[in-house]
């Protein structure tokens, strides 16, 4: 027999934390609305979705909600599956409010296409450095090309 003394019961120090829930973070929110989004340009539900990442569908809700973060292992996969890059999932589409339907539809297409983005980025580029006569005001100014003669006729 193994006699121990004058022996206290161990203490259990509780983190003041614990059971309480961390906050979402603006971050997460983010995340889980490019998910939502991607999500969404794939044409899947959050039950289609869950199957084929193998989790429950309780889970793509709370990432989608920014509710429950998605660590870094299961962004990595999920770019994979949706062939994107990691940054397409830090990207915070309310930064610029765009009114022109025009403009909607342009931001629209190069979210849903890196390949048309990538075009769409090179056309910019180029008409940006097009040498066109710039107004007082920064707007680029369009000449109308130079009238030429007809038949029987001068130009001014």
């Known amino acids: 027999?193994?006699?121990?003394?004058?022996?206290?019961?161990?203490?259990?120090?509780?983190?003041?934390?614990m059971g309480k829930k961390k906050e979402p973070s603006r971050i997460d929110?983010?995340?889980?609305?490019?998910?939502?989004?991607l999500r969404g340009n794939a044409k899947m539900s959050q039950q289609q979705f869950a199957?084929?990442?193998?989790?429950?569908?309780?889970?793509?809700?709370?990432?989608?909600?920014?509710?429950v973060?998605?660590?870094?292992?299961?962004?990595?996969?999920?770019?994979?599956r949706f062939e994107v890059p990691l940054g397409e999932f830090y990207y915070e589409a309310t930064s610029t409010i765009v009114t022109?339907?025009?403009?909607?539809?342009?931001?629209?297409?190069?979210?849903?296409?890196?390949?048309?983005k990538h075009q769409i980025v090179a056309i910019a580029e180029a008409l940006a450095s097009f040498d066109a006569p710039k107004s007082g005001k920064?707007?680029?100014v369009i000449v109308p090309k130079k009238r030429t003669a007809k038949k029987g006729r001068k130009t001014a």
Do not use: A
């Not at 022109?100 to 048309?116: A, G, H, N, V, Y």
């Open 1 to 17: 027999m193994l006699f121990l003394g004058n022996c206290q019961k161990p203490q259990i120090f509780i983190p003041l934390n």
């Open 29 to 37: 929110h983010i995340i889980g609305g490019n998910l939502k989004r």
């Open 51 to 67: 199957d084929m990442v193998g989790v429950d569908k309780s889970k793509v809700s709370g990432w989608e909600s920014g509710n």
């Open 69 to 80: 973060p998605l660590g870094k292992g299961w962004l990595e996969k999920l770019c994979g």
């Open 100 to 116: 022109d339907e025009e403009e909607k539809k342009i931001l629209q297409t190069m979210r849903e296409s890196p390949d048309i």
């Open 138 to 140: 920064g707007d680029t």
